[in-house]
């Protein structure tokens, strides 16, 4: 069973910047891997994907511009670069990624709270 460990949320001001990471042991990030978040009382939406080949990006429209989906040389780690936060990206973000056999696996959540 893989399980994929988020990082790098916390507190921040308006304006400010995170980078969030994702990463597992002995899993590779050879397939799409993306970032969901969750923010209280709401669904979860998905934020950002990256194809397998990596060359491939879509990002929610309310992200556009300011947070980057990207992967090391290695395929060991998925990034989140987020710039400009807003309030309104307060929320838990997830990693989820796919396998091999296509069956996908999600991290247990990292908490991004924006706030003066």
């Known amino acids: 069973q893989v399980q994929l460990v988020e990082s790098g949320g916390g507190l921040v001001q308006p304006g400010g910047s995170l980078r969030l990471s994702c990463a597992a042991p002995?899993?590779?990030?050879?397939?799409?891997a993306s970032w969901y978040r969750q923010a209280p009382g709401k669904e979860r939406e998905l934020v950002a994907i990256?194809?397998?080949?990596?060359?491939?990006?879509e990002y929610l429209d309310s992200v556009k511009g300011r947070f980057t989906i990207s992967r090391d040389n290695a395929r060991t780690t998925v990034y989140l670069q987020m710039n400009s936060l807003k309030p309104e990206d307060t929320a838990v973000y997830f990693c989820?990624?796919?396998?091999?056999?296509?069956?996908?696996?999600w991290g247990q959540g990292t908490q991004v709270t924006v706030s003066s």
């Open positions: 990256i194809t397998s080949s990596g060359s491939g990006t």
């Open positions: 002995r899993f590779t990030f050879d397939a799409y």
């Open positions: 989820r990624a796919w396998g091999d056999s296509g069956v996908s696996y």
